[in-house]
């Protein structure tokens, strides 16, 4: 805390006092508020897991996560898991590779490219959520999609598909991906099948 103004200080401390939270949670939730402390404090009891994120990098077994992305790596290049592996990876999540959960796990991991991951947004994805088994990223899964209640998050989830979604060199979605009445996205089928082949 030595870098820090008194003020901020006093901040990091009542923020711990109030949350139990570590030095370090406290500070990056004040800083993700621009050190309003109510707010962060609302924040980080409504979805605590979301902001543990440093801690979590903490917990993530490097051989475990190089043992999982063996598993799922294409035989012919190893440093992409192509569809196979993506649908392997999606069989052992259980979930359906169309689903909104999976764009989110695309959203995190900062994918590029539909129906691959690279190695490094693999590695990276799984290392920023503190996951090295698919176990722990399926139990992670429900915090993650809370997060969409924000609306920056949203903003940032539906850029993020506007982009991913696109064919290389198309300027715009198609009338398949949208937003439906109730504020969901809805992405189509071919997010992770039908184009992937």
Not at 7 to 28: L, N, P, S, W
């Amino acid at each position: 805390m030595h870098k820090l103004k008194s003020t901020q200080r006093d901040k990091v401390r009542q923020f711990m006092a109030c949350t139990q939270a570590g030095e370090r949670t406290a500070i990056y939730c004040l800083t993700q508020s621009e050190w309003k402390l109510d707010e962060a404090t609302a924040s980080f009891l409504q979805t605590p897991d979301v902001f543990h994120r440093e801690s979590r990098r903490d917990a993530v077994d490097q051989r475990k996560l190089e043992q999982l992305y063996g598993r799922y790596k294409d035989p012919q290049d190893g440093d992409r898991i192509g569809i196979d592996g993506i649908q392997q990876f999606c069989d052992d999540l259980r979930l359906d590779p169309t689903s909104i959960s999976v764009l989110v796990i695309a959203w995190k991991f900062r994918a590029a490219t539909q129906c691959e991951f690279t190695r490094k947004e693999f590695m990276d994805g799984m290392t920023e959520l503190g996951c090295d088994s698919t176990e722990k990223l399926r139990t992670l899964l429900p915090s993650l999609e809370q997060e969409l209640q924000d609306p920056g998050k949203f903003k940032d989830l539906y850029q993020f598909t506007f982009t991913f979604a696109k064919n290389p060199g198309q300027k715009g979605l198609g009338t398949s991906q949208k937003i439906n009445s109730t504020g969901h996205l809805e992405p189509s089928a071919r997010f992770w099948k039908h184009d992937c082949r």
